[in-house]
């Protein structure tokens, strides 16, 4: 009985939080636009029992979704926020993997006092985070002081509201969720590996290649996906660093519920964002099964 109640909590869960919520937006999405509160008309009435489940289904459509398909914006969006949030994955796992390599490779009482400068940053508001970004890049910012002052620019470099903006925000706001599961996998190693490969003949930097990346493969996927994932559907950052030239998914839906009020469109691009990000979900969860099918 015990061993039940501690899986239904999980679906329990999902079902509050995850099928509920997705049952509510996929309804609106096939619902039309209307002048009223809330801004819609729905297809599916459920106080009208069996008489009103026949109606839906005759009546039934996707207009909402063949008109995301009509309007470029929306694929453009789409696209967009893909190529950002790829990019943005690559450049956290650059800046990300040799303090993670750092971290496992220091003296083990080092390592809480390192673990706690990563995990730092979350004990500040992210909106807050985000707000002090805007500061460091704005023209008068001080990065562009610290580098007049150094004589490297005569003028203020114009990095506020732009793209190089948005890929600073993301890598810095999800570098931990890089680093941490790369530290895991590397703090795991087994050092004796490297020894034995430099006593058969092997450099470093080849028992680096033949040896240390294949085992942080696991860390290296997952902190990939923990960051992917979020990125792809960020809202805050593009608004708040890229401005108005950023062209993001998530902005566009902002956009489409509380300015434009159409809530049919707006949950018809909700339901094809997520319907992409099922996608990495449902592999980062197949790398992590074969994980731990290889540990045990």
Not at 55 to 83: G, H, I, M, P, R
């Amino acid at each position: 009985m015990g061993r039940k109640l501690l899986v239904a909590i999980p679906y329990a869960w999902l079902l509050v939080l995850f099928l509920v919520p997705f049952a509510i937006v996929l309804k609106i999405s096939l619902s039309d636009i209307a002048l009223s509160i809330p801004p819609y008309t729905p297809t599916l009435d459920f106080s009208a029992g069996l008489a009103g489940l026949k109606s839906f289904f005759s009546e039934l459509d996707f207009e909402n979704f063949v008109f995301l398909t009509e309007d470029d914006l929306y694929w453009k969006a789409y696209l967009s926020s893909l190529q950002i949030a790829v990019l943005s994955t690559f450049l956290t796992l650059l800046v990300g993997f040799p303090i993670a390599y750092g971290m496992a490779r220091a003296p083990e009482e080092w390592r809480p006092s390192l673990m706690m400068l990563v995990i730092l940053p979350f004990w500040t508001s992210f909106l807050i985070r985000v707000y002090a970004w805007m500061g460091i890049l704005s023209n008068e910012g001080l990065l562009n002081q610290f580098l007049m002052w150094l004589g490297v620019i005569d003028t203020p470099l114009i990095l506020l509201n732009t793209q190089i903006a948005v890929y600073i925000g993301i890598v810095y706001t999800y570098l931990p969720f890089m680093i941490l599961p790369i530290y895991a996998t590397l703090e795991r190693m087994d050092a004796s590996l490297l020894e034995a490969a430099e006593d058969l003949g092997c450099s470093r930097m080849s028992a680096f290649w033949l040896v240390t990346l294949p085992l942080a493969r696991p860390g290296v996927v997952a902190g990939c996906f923990l960051v992917f994932i979020p990125a792809l559907g960020e809202f805050v950052i593009p608004s708040l660093l890229g401005g108005s030239g950023t062209l993001m998914i998530g902005k566009v839906l902002w956009e489409e519920f509380f300015n434009n009020r159409d809530w049919p469109v707006a949950s018809a691009v909700a339901i094809i964002l997520l319907l992409i990000l099922i996608i990495p979900i449902i592999l980062f969860q197949r790398n992590q099964q074969l994980s731990r099918e290889r540990e045990g």
